[in-house]
């Protein structure tokens, strides 16, 4: 249909005369049936018949008056197709010059750039008609030359984009519809003015879609006196006349200026609306600045597009400008408006400059005129009764009103009044913040809110102020608190917080409840013979850090008492076990090199609130049991110091003030306020959480390479190799001082040999009574290491040749490490650690080690060996074993027996006068 018409046009020119004739004919009201017979003939291509009564002058006369109204014509329709082809297809704009390579063709295929959206979104689109239709909902296949443009804007080809880069999102198109296109007329949108397309501004390019559509009809092509859709227009426009003369009582002019910049550099600290320098400034999605009341304005009156390049513009996409620019536009300099005012203010402090002025003109705010007597005061400079009584009349107003509008809100009423005063002068943030706290959602986050988040996500200090600032700046609100309120709010939960007391009262220790971190060598005594500690190190006092864990497990302790159906007013005793902790944090060296020279290492010791037990008639009973108690979330940390763990002396000299204060409590009760009630509690201590090398170091014992292999009995490694099974312990804190004594003193005057078997290998003074225990972790890959070493003899055969080179046991290692990451995925390590530990020491493990093992006795006893440990492993790894696997605690003994006999005979190659400690 459209190549027909085309072609027709190109062939007869006149047709579209006959066409917009037939178009003037019948929306004329004084068409006569003979006229519209030579239409129908003119329609059909026959010579029209010539009336009964004609007349060849009046012919002649009338054939050209015809034929200068047809050449008018002729040249208003062309005017009106070079018109048209300036405008967009779809919105109707006109192409900017600088957009002029940036139109695209209505008909044909889709540019690359669109295919390639269209083939990633798998779309079967290919051509721009389609595409059209399916944004626009508009038909573009049947477009005539003559009517309709041929080409649309870049704009258009955005939104065609955007709508297939996002699935999901809305199409945002400037104008309610697209135009709708008709033939040229008297009244043409396009061409009814006599400036030039690209200089002037029509009814269509202003805003097409507040145009009403003109159907066809009798008065179809005839220019309509009053129109619904100009009205609205140019109410609009006079709208907007009024808005631009509005904005000069509130907003700044350029002239105020005090340099005289460059016009280009005025402009762009101006408003594209007002032309007044920005106030409040906010930016467009297409980097276009205006005032915020401003485009605000617009936007509700001529529809959501930018005004400089009908970009679409929505007033949630308005955001504020980078600060570098805020900073370089409130820098600039003005001139006072006041009257008599010479000074210059920056744009930043105008406001707070002119707020000053008693006598204000202008564009500044009323101010009440007094007339003689003593000067007014300001409202905000009264006392409250002053200014309860300047406002008695408005208060009375506002009441009158809430109790006939509002039912009787005051508060909201001015609390509502205040925003729109604070909206009213552009400031914007504060009204935000009061708009929140109208709403219930509070100005911002708790303290305490913020020091949850910064410490559940590992944020430092600085990377907490970064993300602070950041979240500020952006938003423009604050959300998250400043550090300074984070510490104070951390002050409710460090230890120093809470009133306490001791009965008796702590022997050498203060009686101040308000004590958080102190230094750790405070109270050390400084002398020239002394020991010197070049270390750093803080802590709590442990009485106050007790206290802080009590108080954090109030609503458990409480929930405890309800749970066992005891008395929810029961004052005590309570028995809290602490179990206390040390152990070394491995390398935390000082990555940026300032401040004093310290070790490279630190030591941390903490404590455990294990389970809390109150009387009962039928005995003690548990209320609280810390479930996970190996959980970093429970360990509290007491002290903390730059030491190596192995430098015994430093150690005793931070550590000897904890363990002072823990002696002391030991004999004393705590009491403190718990539910309203002031509740005491009692004290146990047990110190478990130690490794076996601090065990070593804090019981004054040789260390691990010591023939004294033990840290539970005096054994030597021979006697313990000869003895495997016949074993108690024998140490205790008590006995290793009176050792030490012996050691330091000599009293029999005896050998160093000779004093070294009578004290056990007891080296040092004592200063941590610990429990005897066992380390779990270190049991485990010391263990594993011992079997790692089996399993390699064993694939050699060992125990049938014992004088085997070091590189055939490096070969029979080399086979092991292959066929166990094959079969179990366990790669090789340098050193044993816990988890390749957890993995080797497994049945199947055993199995596949098996399969390189000749012999099948010995795969029977490697199978039995294996077997005996994992039913005793569960014994020290469990947390309460009598619970947790009572028949395994039964039968441990008898595993350990056996497993000691398979040691002593299977393998006796390798346990024999040798034994490693854990085994």
């Known amino acids: 249909f459209k190549l027909f018409r085309v072609t027709s046009l190109e062939r007869r020119p006149s047709e579209e005369e006959t066409e917009g004739s037939e178009v003037s004919y019948n929306s004329s009201q004084e068409t006569s049936p003979e006229s519209t017979v030579v239409l129908e003939d003119l329609r059909l291509g026959s010579a029209p018949q010539s009336p009964t009564n004609f007349n060849p002058q009046q012919s002649e006369k009338s054939n050209v008056v015809d034929n200068n109204k047809t050449d008018l014509k002729r040249l208003g329709e062309e005017a009106h197709i070079t018109a048209i082809q300036q405008l967009c297809r779809i919105c109707g704009a006109a192409f900017k010059l600088a957009q002029q390579n940036r139109s695209y063709p209505v008909h044909g295929p889709v540019d690359s750039e669109t295919q390639d959206i269209l083939r990633r979104r798998e779309k079967k689109v290919t051509s721009w008609p389609e595409l059209i239709s399916k944004v626009f909902k508009t038909d573009v296949r049947a477009d005539v030359d003559a009517i309709h443009p041929t080409r649309f804007c870049h704009n258009c080809w955005t939104i065609m984009n955007q709508k297939f880069r996002h699935i999901s999102s809305e199409v945002y198109f400037p104008h309610n519809k697209a135009v709708e296109w008709t033939l040229h007329s008297a009244s043409c949108y396009a061409c009814h003015s006599s400036k030039p397309w690209g200089k002037r501004k029509s009814a269509l390019q202003l805003n097409p879609h507040k145009m009403k559509k003109r159907k066809r009809g009798p008065e179809f092509g005839k220019k309509s006196k009053t129109s619904s859709g100009n009205s609205i227009q140019w109410k609009n426009i006079n709208a907007l006349n009024q808005m631009k003369d509005s904005c000069k009582k509130i907003h700044l002019e350029s002239n105020l200026l005090v340099v005289d910049y460059p016009s280009d550099f005025v402009k762009s600290v101006s408003c594209l609306l007002c032309e007044h320098i920005l106030s409040d400034p906010v930016q467009t999605s297409c980097k276009h600045l205006f005032c915020r009341i401003c485009i605000l304005k617009y936007i509700k009156l001529m529809g959501c597009y930018c005004p400089s390049c009908k970009y679409p513009c929505f007033p949630t996409d308005l955001t504020v400008p980078v600060k570098s620019y805020l900073n370089v536009l409130n820098a600039l300099l003005l001139k006072c408006t006041v009257s008599g005012c010479d000074e210059e203010i920056s744009i930043g402090k105008y406001s707070h400059h002119i707020s000053k002025h008693k006598e204000t003109k202008g564009k500044e705010a009323y101010t009440h005129m007094n007339k003689g007597g003593r000067p007014r005061q ?108 984070l510490r104070n709010a951390e002050k409710a939960l460090l230890p120093g917080y809470h009133t306490f007391e001791w009965r008796p009262r702590l022997k050498n220790v203060s009686t101040r409840t308000d004590v958080g971190i102190i230094d750790g060598l405070s109270g050390l005594n400084r002398s020239v013979d002394e020991y010197p500690v070049d270390t750093i190190s803080k802590r709590f006092r442990y009485d106050a850090a007790l206290v802080s864990a009590l108080k954090d497990m109030e609503e458990d302790i409480l929930e405890g008492l309800k749970a066992q159906d005891l008395d929810h007013y029961v004052s005590g005793p309570f028995t809290v076990v602490v179990k206390e902790s040390c152990d070394g944090m491995g390398d935390v060296s000082e990555k940026h090199g300032s401040g004093p020279p310290v070790p490279e290492k630190a030591v941390r010791f903490s404590f455990t609130v294990m389970n809390i037990s109150v009387p009962n008639k039928n005995g003690p009973v548990r209320i609280f049991e810390e479930t996970k108690p190996n959980s970093e979330l429970c360990c509290k940390p007491l002290c903390l110091m730059l030491a190596d763990e192995s430098d015994h002396e430093t150690l005793t000299a931070i550590l000897s003030p904890l363990i002072a204060e823990r002696e002391a409590m030991k004999t004393a009760e705590l009491f403190i306020e718990m539910g309203g009630i002031l509740r005491n509690f ?20 040789e260390a691990s390479g010591s023939v004294y292999i033990c840290t539970l009995c005096d054994a030597t490694r021979l006697e313990a190799a000869q003895n495997l099974v016949n074993h108690s312990i024998t140490r205790s804190h008590s006995e290793n001082l009176q050792r030490y004594e012996m050691w330091r003193r000599n009293p029999h005057h005896e050998s160093v040999d000779e ?91 055993v199995e596949a080690v098996c399969e390189l093992v000749p012999c099948e006795e010995r795969q029977a006893a490697l199978i039995e060996l294996m077997d005996l440990y994992l039913k005793m492993k569960p014994v020290w790894r469990s947390s309460c074993p009598a619970k947790e696997c009572p028949e395994l605690v039964c039968q441990y003994s008898f595993h350990s027996q056996r497993f000691a006999e398979l040691l002593s005979t299977k393998f006796k190659y390798r346990y024999e006068g040798k034994i490693t400690n854990y085994f």
């Open 755 to 845: 004093l070294r078997d009578r004290v056990k290998g007891v080296s040092a003074k004592p200063f941590i009574e610990t429990l005897p225990s066992i380390d779990a972790l270190h049991c485990d890959i010391g263990n594993a290491a011992e079997f790692y070493r089996i399993f390699q003899l064993e694939i050699g055969e060992f125990y049938k040749n014992l004088s085997a080179t070091k590189e055939e046991k490096r070969r029979w290692q080399t086979t092991l490490d292959q066929h166990i990451r094959k079969r179990m995925n366990l790669k090789p390590i340098m050193r044993m650690n816990g988890n390749f530990a957890r993995k080797l020491m497994s049945k199947e493990t």
């Open 682 to 701: 009692t004290f146990s201590f047990r110190g478990t959480g130690y490794d076996e090398k601090l065990v070593r170091e804090v019981e004054g014992l």
């Open 378 to 485: 300001h409202l905000l400079t009264l006392t409250r009764r002053a200014q309860k009584h300047r406002l008695r009349e408005l208060k009375m107003q506002v009441k009158a009103f809430a109790d006939k509008e509002e039912e009787g809100d005051v508060k909201s009423v001015c609390l509502t009044l205040f925003l729109l005063a604070l909206r009213a002068r552009n400031e914007h943030r504060q009204a935000d913040e009061l708009e929140a706290i109208m709403e219930g959602r509070g100005a911002g986050l708790h303290p305490a809110v913020c020091l949850a988040i910064r410490v559940n996500t590992f944020l430092s200090c600085s990377q907490y102020h970064k993300m602070y600032r950041t979240v500020k700046a952006t938003t423009g609100r604050q959300i998250f608190q400043p550090l300074h309120a």
